[in-house]
């Protein structure tokens, strides 16, 4: 039986110029490049944030790199977890004003799902930089008359609109305090929760205004009950006709709601006629993206 000959060693496949010491760079570089945080920005189809568009890798250098790792040993060098940024062109409202008060319901359980939404790690209000600034000019201003801005919601993860879409699903009752006319599972289809959300674009807040000097106790007909507010009529998330902005109430009620439109107006806000809390800046910054990072303090 003949024995196989190996071809000469000038036949030889060379490895690539420069030698080993080009590869392993390249696959340290990629180890680098793998670390750098990603921002978790989905687009506006609502696409949610891993999953890239036509089931394209998101990494370039995937392919390469895991060929790679499959022949070559490489010492890697194992770097501490670094904490996600926000995504650029967003920032923490208090770093902003810490003077505008926060209180950020679906942190925890005093909501109209009586519990934390997904997403809600702190109660933080985060927003574009654009609407931050903005919202601290309409402060500055109504600040004259010794009122304060509360806001009750600010950028809303895309994961948490969809807890609330599921949540929805479970069907029930009407909740006398947060949708006293209305069953559960009509509350998308009335229009009372959205399957997307303006939130998500991260220049939309839900705010009321409060006294500087004193306590409120507005005592709404539905809604947030406990919030230090002027009287809006209905509290934060009160799904009720009653909510809407042009609502016939007490004349003192349609005042302030009155004064909150026109104080946001000026700031260059925009408010949803359902909602008398709700607005948008009308120059926002991302208005054909949706967003699904989640909310911290830091």
């Keep these: 039986m003949p024995v196989p000959r190996h071809p000469p060693l000038a036949c030889r496949r060379s490895p690539p110029q420069g030698g080993r010491s080009d590869v392993l760079a390249a696959f340290a570089s990629y180890q680098w490049w793998s670390r750098t945080p990603k921002l978790p920005i989905s687009p506006l ?5 891993g999953k890239a568009e036509g089931g394209a890798s998101r990494d370039p250098f995937l392919s390469a790199a895991s060929a790679l790792a499959a022949t070559i ?6 770097l501490p ?3 996600d940024p926000l995504p650029a062109g967003f920032v923490r409202l208090a770093d902003v004003d810490p003077s505008i008060r926060q209180d950020i319901r679906y942190a925890g359980s005093d909501n109209f799902l009586h519990r934390k939404v997904n997403g809600y790690d702190a109660p933080v209000c985060i927003l574009t930089e654009d609407a931050a600034k903005a919202l601290s000019v309409v402060q500055k201003a109504i600040a004259a008359k010794r009122l304060t801005l509360v806001v009750f919601d600010c ?10 879409g599921e949540w929805t699903k479970q069907g029930g009752p009407p909740d006398p305090q947060w949708y ?8 998308i289809a009335k229009g009372y929760v959205g399957e997307l959300s303006t939130h998500s674009r991260g220049s939309t807040v839900d705010v009321a205004v409060a006294r500087m000097d004193r306590r409120s106790s507005p005592n709404p007909a539905c809604g947030t009950g406990d919030a230090d ?4 009529g209905t509290g934060f998330d009160c799904f009720d006709s009653m909510s809407e902005t042009a609502y016939r109430g007490p004349a003192s009620e349609a ?6 439109v026109e104080a946001m107006r000026a700031g260059g806000f925009k408010n949803y006629a359902r909602e008398w809390w709700h607005f948008t ?3 926002e910054p991302f208005a054909e993206q949706r967003f699904d990072f989640r909310i911290t303090a830091d």
């Design 180 to 187: 006293p006319k209305v069953r559960r599972s009509d509350l």
């Design 229 to 232: 507010t002027l009287d809006f």
């Design 73 to 78: 040993l490489v010492p890697v060098i194992t």
């Design 255 to 260: 005042a302030n709601r009155k004064m909150l």
């Design 81 to 83: 977890a670094l904490a």
């Design 281 to 283: 800046l009308k120059s």
């Design 45 to 49: 189809a609502g696409e949610m944030p």
């Design 155 to 164: 950028y809303r993860p895309a994961r948490a609109v969809a807890d609330m």
